[in-house]
């Protein structure tokens, strides 16, 4: 007869999850999981389609514009990115002259792959329909018309699991930036002149810098609606200038006044979004 | 337990509450269904199927979330621990019922979240987030345990008794 009972089989699982939720680093179990993490899909996916419909159809404010407002705007969000973007990899261009193929529009490089959900523990991360066989793989970039989405943390053989910008924990250095209209009536978009400012991603769709004096914020003039481009050498030389998010708020920190907390979200809540590009080439 | 009514319980549910997290939702807080279909199964199995019908739902949450692998599978195994051993104390199909499995579930997935985030600052959760969740989560208890109480013979959790020859 065995003494191993039914209860020391139960205790030993509740000691290996505990272990590997608070001592093994995720880099030795998301392999594994990568590979099977896309089996909700047949139901995920049609449910998030529906209450994107329910939500479009019901809760979104009614416009008197006869034109399609979501074509027009995604178009102007895209073309807007575009010229943020270029003109940052212009700039870098004539530090940097090589890596002249690499100008233009990121898309090209990129493979569009579905959204199927997003995270069911709170988390800011989305579940995509991106497959190793499609050759998304972790450490990619992942984007959208209205800018960054985040990067692929794992990619398997069923689905992909991208990790949001917003994600609390997740690091980038970015500059702030606005549009301004030129005396001929062009368009020009200026970068404020700040070194790089490290943001963090706070949970909730939004992004948090904790390290800018108020004097530096205050001499900027950065105001509410500006763009958070991005700025940061660990990421492709080509996403140089991309759009993160909006500023939407400030506010001086109370344990030290003479620092400000600025908080920034993309211009669309990324875990609504139903398709993202992964950028497969750069 | 019929195992099979399990899997599909528990596929389903993982892929609503997949599809629905980003829309269901109160200042970021979602209502979690995967606990809910945790607490009906640890309401009326079994001891040792309810203990590792917990524990499977919370490694198949794993799959998909961002949290480290094994976080959702201990904490739906300790709430599995906690129901079952309410199981012969409590009115099984009444709302409050319901609604309390669902606050005191949600709140220890919360600790549990809570606790990781102690250890690890940088996947840090706010306290009053998971508490909303939690409380959301007691809220829709109701509509959803009361259903799938109505349901329960599908499960077959309770097994067949042998009927007394006669002589």
């Known amino acids: 007869m065995s003494f191993l009972k039914f209860h020391h089989v139960f205790f030993m699982l509740l000691a290996l999850a505990a272990m590997s939720a608070f001592m093994i680093p995720p880099r030795f179990t998301d392999p594994g999981r990568a590979q099977v993490q896309g089996i909700f899909e047949p139901v995920s996916k049609p449910t998030r389609l529906v209450a994107l419909w329910a939500k479009q159809r019901f809760f979104s404010e009614p416009s008197s514009d006869p034109r399609t407002p979501a074509v027009v705007g995604d178009e102007n969000q895209r073309l807007r990115v ?94 702030f930036g606005r549009f301004v209209t030129r005396n001929d ?55 140089s200038g991309y759009k993160i998010g909006r500023v939407v708020g400030s506010a001086t920190q109370v344990g030290s006044p003479l620092f400000i907390d600025v908080r920034v979200a993309p211009s669309r809540n990324l875990s609504e979004l139903r398709e993202v590009m992964v950028m497969v080439k750069n | 337990m019929r195992w099979l009514s399990y899997f599909i319980l528990a596929y389903v549910a993982l892929g ?45 949450q794993d799959l998909v979330t961002q949290h480290p692998l094994g976080l959702f599978a201990l904490a739906y195994g300790l709430i599995g621990m906690f129901v079952l051993s309410t199981q012969e104390i409590v009115y099984r199909e009444h709302p409050l019922t319901h609604f309390s499995l669902g606050l ?20 840090h959760v706010p306290p ?40």
């Not at chain 1, 709170?122 to 985040?150: E, F, H, N, W």
């Not at chain 2, 970021?28 to 199927?49: K, M, Q, Y």
């Not at chain 2, 949600?106 to 600052?121: D, F, K, N, R």
């Open chain 2, 16 to 60: 609503l509450q997949t599809g629905l997290a980003s829309f269901v939702q109160y200042q970021g807080a979602t209502p979690n269904l995967v606990l809910l279909v945790g607490v009906f199964i640890a309401l009326n199995a079994p001891r040792d199927a309810a203990l590792l019908g917990c524990f499977s739902l919370g490694a198949m």
């Open chain 2, 104 to 123: 005191a579930g949600g709140l220890m997935t919360g600790a549990v979240v809570g606790l990781h985030g102690l250890i690890h600052p940088d996947q």
């Open chain 1, 82 to 175: 575009t010229l943020a973007n270029v003109s940052a990899q212009l700039e870098q261009l004539k530090l940097v002259n090589r890596d002249r193929e690499l100008l233009g529009d990121v898309r090209d490089l990129c493979t569009p792959v579905a959204v199927t959900g997003s995270d069911p523990g709170g988390r800011d991360s989305l579940s995509t329909a991106g497959t190793t066989l499609q050759g998304i793989k972790p450490g990619m970039k992942v984007l959208y018309p209205g800018g960054l989405v985040g990067v692929v943390d794992r990619a398997g053989a069923t689905g992909s699991q991208v990790r949001l910008v917003t994600d609390r924990g997740f690091k980038l250095l970015g500059r």
């Open chain 1, 185 to 239: 009536g062009n368009v020009e978009f200026v970068r404020i002149a700040t070194d790089p400012i490290l943001f963090t991603g706070q949970g909730g769709g939004i992004l948090l810098s904790s390290n800018l004096t108020t004097r530096d914020f205050q001499s900027a003039g950065i105001q509410n609606g500006d763009w958070l481009t991005l700025d940061d050498r660990d990421w492709p030389i080509n996403l």
């Open chain 2, 128 to 167: 009053l987030m998971l508490f909303t969740s939690a409380l959301l989560t007691a809220v829709i208890a109701p509509f959803v345990l009361g259903p799938l109480q109505k349901l329960k013979w599908m499960f077959k959790f309770q097994p067949k008794r042998q009927r007394p020859r006669a002589f």
